[in-house]
């Protein structure tokens, strides 16, 4: 369980957040901030970006580890949770654990036995929750951009968002116990696990001052509309697209065969005003054992075969999204060059001792099924919604899953006439 060290979650900027009134961030308000100063907050707000989406301490507990699977992926169980980067070091929780008011997912005992070293509140007082963000406030797969937008949206005031950063506005110590790098875990637990406490990239101290600059830089408080100082205004559409493609569980052996599938695709393009870039990347195995009873007793292998593929790719793209005003509704339309992203796979077969190889082509581009962004037009300057599609019961032994998953967030600022 070393990978402790990279996969437990560690809370800064976890739950207890609120949906804002309106009046934070309402739509249609305009910015007040003039051109120069939307840059200096865009340039201010970039140093939070990189640490918040590149420190374990706030990444692994805003979606990138989720304790409720097995291994990395989708969860066939909550259509909320984005896609884990890595796997939960205590291995696979339950999901009968109880979800909070706000939306955080509140830990049951069983996780507590071990993340139970919280630090003391602010005032002295015994810390008494940990949690992980809600899928709402993810950071996974997430651009400088977006994420502004989300520390705006989710904390609605500035004192909240600097609140929330020093100690949860005095609900809970998770920033720092984030920072002490211990994740709230018992001594016994971080001998067992062999967790390394090792410190953060930058100190608590400096996590402060940096949203405080931020915030400076805006003129000292959250103005206009959830835009107004993380972009400048664009008439085409910024945002992001996430593909997901997750199949996974279909293993099994008895004596006379084995076998283990398993697929893992994600695709996603970001743009700004219209133009930016696609990236995917796929992984894939299947590997398979046949064996026939010997008359003498025991078994013998008889045929086998092993598929392994990889591909990966960057290429520029562009998104437009056409609106059918006499519908009301919208359909978000892609470009970008196939090329970059093709790979290979490696197929081996083999009758008992004589094998054969080839090589196959094999994409990073998941295949969607026609599960395409787009539908009913609610506001002509954002379009936002999902699809998924997942299937049980699937594979040799009906013990496999298979998810489909897409989400698309997109804006302009100011509307093409």
């Given at each position: 369980m070393a990978q402790y060290l990279r996969a437990v979650a560690v809370a800064v900027l976890t739950a207890?957040?609120?949906i804002p009134s309106e009046a934070g961030a309402q739509k249609g308000a305009s910015c007040p901030l003039t051109d120069a100063q939307t840059k200096r907050a865009i340039a201010a707000f970039q140093p939070l970006a990189t640490f918040l989406s590149g420190e374990p301490r706030c990444f692994n507990c805003h979606g990138g580890v989720n304790p409720f699977i097995d291994g990395v992926g989708l969860d066939s169980e909550d259509p909320n949770a984005p896609p884990s980067q890595f796997e939960h070091g205590g291995g696979k929780q339950g999901h009968d654990n109880p979800v909070s008011k706000d939306g955080s997912v509140g830990l049951d005992e069983g996780c507590k036995d071990c993340h139970s070293q919280m630090l003391p509140k602010s005032d002295g007082t015994p810390s008494t929750t940990w949690t992980l963000a809600?899928?709402?406030?993810?950071?996974?797969?997430k651009d400088a951009t977006t994420l502004c937008r989300q520390m705006k949206r989710t904390s609605g005031t500035a004192e909240e968002f600097l609140g929330h950063l020093k100690d949860d506005n005095g609900r809970n110590s998770l920033g720092a116990t984030a920072f002490a790098g211990r994740r709230a875990l018992t001594d016994r637990d971080i001998k067992k696990y062999e967790v390394q406490v090792l410190p953060p990239a930058i100190t608590?101290?400096?996590?402060?001052?940096?949203?405080?600059?931020?915030?400076?830089?805006?003129?000292?408080?959250?103005?206009?509309d959830i835009s107004c100082g993380c972009e400048l205004k664009h008439s085409k559409w910024s945002g992001e697209i996430h593909y997901v493609i997750d199949s996974k569980g279909d293993a099994g052996q008895n004596d006379l065969q084995n076998w283990a599938n398993r697929e893992l695709i994600t695709f996603t393009i970001i743009v700004s005003d219209g133009?930016?870039?696609?990236?995917?990347?796929?992984?894939?195995?299947a590997v398979a054992e046949n064996r026939q009873k010997m008359a003498t007793g025991g078994y013998k292998k008889d045929t086998s075969s092993r598929?392994?593929?990889?591909?990966?790719?960057?290429?520029?793209?562009t998104v437009e999204v056409r609106i059918n005003e006499a519908t009301g509704t919208y359909e978000v339309l892609t470009t970008y060059s196939p090329q970059p992203f093709a790979g290979k796979q490696t197929a081996e077969t083999c009758i008992r001792d004589s094998c054969n190889s080839k090589e196959l082509l094999y994409s990073a581009i998941p295949n969607m099924g026609g599960m395409q962004p787009g539908g009913k037009l609610e506001d002509t300057d954002h379009v936002s919604g999902s699809r998924r599609d997942v299937r049980t019961n699937v594979g040799r032994a009906k013990n496999g899953v298979f998810i489909r998953s897409i989400t698309w967030d997109l804006w302009r600022t100011t509307s093409a006439k």
């Open positions: 207890a957040l609120f809600p899928g709402f406030m993810s950071f996974v797969n608590h101290d400096r996590l402060m001052q940096m949203g405080r600059t931020w915030i400076d830089a805006m003129g000292g408080k959250f103005q206009g133009v930016g870039t696609a990236r995917g990347h796929a992984e894939m195995s598929l392994q593929g990889t591909a990966a790719g960057i290429a520029p793209a």
